[in-house]
């Protein structure tokens, strides 16, 4: 059974916090993606990384940073949160190539207070 | 980027069919049009692809107009489980352009014991 998984269903931070989330795939994919999900705005691609150690920017990259050192790992990096990245935070990941279906994690609730 | 157009919502009843429409009229011959659904609290999941014919698959089909400027989800059966958040997503098969999905808000299904 394919499987993402996300370091934490629900996150807690303070403004100005270094906020890392995590994800993890164990299906070999080449693609990995992380997106948030807010009311009325629908998912809004961050970054994406088409293989290790190469990522590229989505729709909204400000004030975020991704790291992907191994194939199965992709993490997303707050440096110094804000109020407005109060969010869903969803992560995927996919074989290359139009066809294939990306996989998604169960996302993660962040607050930021 | 091509849009894609959905109504907000749609309501059905349990045992009942239900079609989901999706508008593409600025579709490319290179777009693939991609469905997922988003059960509540969770991520999205894949649930059929097509290019030109219409498919089928153990979850759903996809009716494909003759000018591919139209498609429509069919549910053959609504269960209560089927009550999720329906994405129709093209997604372009040239080289550089196939990782990303362009959401919409997608179609918010109900579905009445």
């Known amino acids: 059974d394919v499987k993402v998984t996300q370091s934490s269903r629900y996150l807690v931070k303070r403004t100005g916090e270094k906020v890392f989330l995590e994800c993890v795939q164990d299906m070999d994919h080449e693609n990995m993606f992380w997106y948030r999900q807010d009311p009325g705005l629908g998912l809004r691609l961050i970054y994406f990384s088409y293989d290790v150690k190469m990522k590229e920017k989505g729709d909204i990259p400000e004030g975020y940073s991704v790291s992907r050192e191994k194939k199965e790992r992709f993490s997303l990096i707050l440096e110094s949160a804000s109020t407005n990245q109060t969010s869903m935070y969803l992560c995927?990941?996919?074989?290359?190539?139009?066809?294939?279906?990306?996989?998604f994690g169960p996302g993660t609730r962040l607050t930021v207070t | 980027d091509a849009k894609t157009t959905q109504p907000n919502s749609m309501e059905s009843n349990e045992e009942e069919p239900v079609h989901l429409p999706c508008n593409h009229s600025?579709?490319?011959?290179?777009?693939?049009i991609h469905w997922y659904r988003q059960l509540p609290s969770q991520g999205p999941e894949y649930v059929i692809h097509g290019l030109t014919s219409n498919v089928n698959n153990r979850m759903a089909s996809l009716a494909i107009a003759e000018d591919r400027k139209s498609s429509t989800l069919i549910l053959h059966r609504a269960t209560l489980r089927d009550a999720a958040v329906y994405y129709c997503?093209?997604?372009?098969?040239?080289?550089?352009?196939?990782?990303?999905?362009?959401w919409g808000l997608g179609t918010s299904l109900g579905v009445n014991p």
């Open positions: 997503i093209l997604r372009d098969y040239n080289a550089g352009n196939n990782r990303k999905l362009i």
């Open positions: 995927a990941s996919s074989l290359s190539g139009p066809i294939y279906e990306q996989y």
């Open positions: 600025t579709i490319s011959g290179t777009d693939y």
